[in-house]
């Protein structure tokens, strides 16, 4: 699988992003999805997950804001970022991982993008 994120770019708090992923493999209705940011000195995080049998989770600290979807015809991955704070910059990362047990549970992320950067700035 292939993955390739666009859409970063420089926003000021309280503005909104949406990031792109793009997937060349054709099994892309097999997989679970998720988006992951890592910030400068931190570890790598997952803020958004979505699994092959559409349910989603977030991370505590973007809950609400942001929404997590996908077009099956275009075999891309989105992440819609609202409300952005400073403290969402950061390198930004989709991932795919099989899915098992009727799409209910995801497998490790085997699958990454090159990342796309996100700056928010107050």
């Known amino acids: 699988v292939h993955l390739v994120e666009s859409g970063g770019g420089s926003v000021q708090a309280g503005g909104s992003l949406r990031l792109s992923c793009a997937a060349s493999?054709?099994?892309?209705?097999?997989?679970?999805w998720g988006w992951y940011r890592q910030a400068p000195g931190e570890e790598r995080e997952r803020v958004a997950e979505l699994k092959k049998n559409e349910d989603t989770t977030y991370a505590d600290s973007v809950l609400g804001r942001f929404t997590i979807s996908k077009d099956t015809t275009e075999r891309t991955l989105y992440l819609q970022m609202n409300s952005l704070k400073p403290e969402d910059t950061g390198t930004y990362y989709c991932a795919a991982a099989p899915a098992y047990g009727l799409g209910r549970f995801c497998s490790a992320y085997n699958y990454w993008g090159q990342g796309t950067q996100v700056t928010v700035s107050s």
């Open positions: 493999e054709s099994t892309y209705n097999n997989n679970c």
